[in-house]
């Protein structure tokens, strides 16, 4: 994409007061003539030593050294690109921007639109979760151990199982049919264009600055014949393979983190109750197995020095979560920072697991922890009988490309020895076959 005219970039931050812009997200108060100060948001403090200029357009913090400008305040607190803080603060203001080459800038109006109507449409699930129609969907969040605080919190609502409830208060709002239709809020079959969300709970899903771009809702009624849960459809602003659910309530606790710790789990309930729990990094992928486009994001909001950072997968003991710890395996190599494998005890998921045994019991889950790459081997050797030597091989014939896969000199060679380890054979023997799997020959 074209480079923005510097002259707007220029233009587009001197009529910004930074002061609006990181008073939303910090408490701000008069520190004398020009400057206001708060608690800084990139490190933890007790008395405020975040400082903000209003005329010059800078902030600095006397505690972690972090400054800056209006665009680098975004940056750093939102994770979005250089041109992305521009558009957005240009947005704001109504400032029509330009391109090097002399076009004007990208239509964004319509994406904006999309924003809107989701927007809209995640405050009409919210006020239909107080009506006497959403007597299940209050039931379900109950008996989960949601209160009406939680719900709040995560913006969770409710779809009403009619045809047509919200779009007629959407298109009310002056929402077009082609512009619900374009932000997956409502579908078209012979009945005509129809709410996609029907007799549904609904979670609200946001991308990493906290704009809502899709649903997740769960199915709740018997008659209910579609899919127990179902998401928004492919649209310009909502891609499912790089969306992760609650990482715009998780980024600054992940980003402040010592070490800086990312949860995954399998879904909304599972984000909810780590969270109340106190786990507030904890994640979910919406709808899609976990791949390279969430690595990608979340290594943005972790940055890239975070190779004493740690990912946790904390999926469900069953068969279907082993297998999707071993599909976000195959993609470990692509984080810097240090993958692991939490299984709760008895297959619990970390929703059940906070109903059984506590918010103590869901903390406890990150202190049982194995490295992923140790969770991926034991996986392999438990479908084979290790008291025989037909056993042995044939676990070291599986596991051995799962050690090959492993990029690092130094962690390579530990790993054949746990192998080693768990076979009962000779390391010698072990280490043969990884290099075999290595370069393709085993």
């Known amino acids: 994409m074209p480079r923005i005219r510097q002259s707007d970039v220029e233009e587009v931050k001197s009529r910004t007061n930074i002061a609006d812009i990181v008073g939303e997200r910090v408490a701000l108060k008069s520190a004398g003539v020009g400057s206001m100060k708060g608690l800084c948001p990139f490190h933890d403090e007790k008395s405020p030593s975040f400082h903000v200029r209003q005329q010059v357009g800078f902030y600095h913090c006397f505690g972690c050294g972090a400054s800056g400008d209006v665009y680098s305040f975004l940056r750093e607190m939102d994770h979005v690109s250089f041109t992305e803080a521009v558009e957005r603060l240009a947005g704001r203001i109504g400032y029509t921007l330009h391109y090097e080459d002399g076009g004007a800038a990208p239509e964004t109006s319509g994406r904006s639109r999309l924003y809107a109507a989701n927007t809209a449409a995640a405050e009409f699930f919210r006020s239909q979760l107080l009506t006497p129609d959403a007597e299940a969907a209050r039931r379900f969040l109950g008996e989960r151990g949601f209160d009406a605080g939680a719900a709040a919190h995560f913006g969770v609502g409710f779809a009403p199982k009619g045809w047509d409830g919200m779009l007629k208060a959407l298109t009310a709002q002056g929402f077009t049919r082609e512009e619900l239709t374009n932000a997956g ?9 129809y709410d996609r969300f029907r007799g549904r709970l609904v979670w609200p899903i946001r991308d990493v600055t906290g704009q809502t771009i899709g649903f997740g809702a769960r199915r709740l009624f018997d008659d209910d014949k579609g899919p127990k849960y179902l998401n928004t459809p492919e649209t310009p602003i909502y891609k499912k393979a790089q969306v992760l659910y609650g990482l715009d309530l998780a980024k600054r606790d992940i980003a402040r983190g010592d070490p800086r710790r990312v949860v995954v789990v399998e879904g909304y309930t599972d984000v909810m109750a780590c969270h109340l729990a106190g786990v507030t990094t904890a994640i979910a992928t919406c709808g899609t197995a976990f791949g390279a486009e969430h690595i990608k994001t979340l290594r943005r909001v972790m940055g890239d020095d975070s190779a004493a950072g740690e990912v946790v997968f904390t999926f469900d003991g069953d068969e279907a979560g082993q297998k999707a710890a071993l599909r ?22 970390p929703c059940d697991l906070r ?43 599986a596991a051995a490309p799962i050690v090959a896969e492993i990029r690092d000199p130094l962690l390579r060679p530990g790993y054949e020895r746990v192998l080693a380890r768990r076979l009962g054979m000779d390391p010698t023997d072990v280490h043969r076959q990884v290099r075999a799997a290595a370069s393709g020959a085993a």
Do not use: W
């Open 185 to 193: 809020l409502v579908s078209a079959g012979q009945r005509g264009v």
């Open 328 to 349: 976000a395996f195959s993609e470990d190599s692509r984080f810097t920072a240090q993958t692991f494998v939490a299984v709760a005890p008895d297959g619990l998921d």
């Open 355 to 397: 109903l059984q045994r506590g918010d103590a019991a869901v903390r406890g889950l990150l202190d049982a922890k194995v490295p992923m790459f140790e969770f991926a081997i034991d996986r392999k050797l438990s479908g084979y009988d290790l008291a025989t030597v037909e056993g042995q091989v044939g676990a070291l014939r």
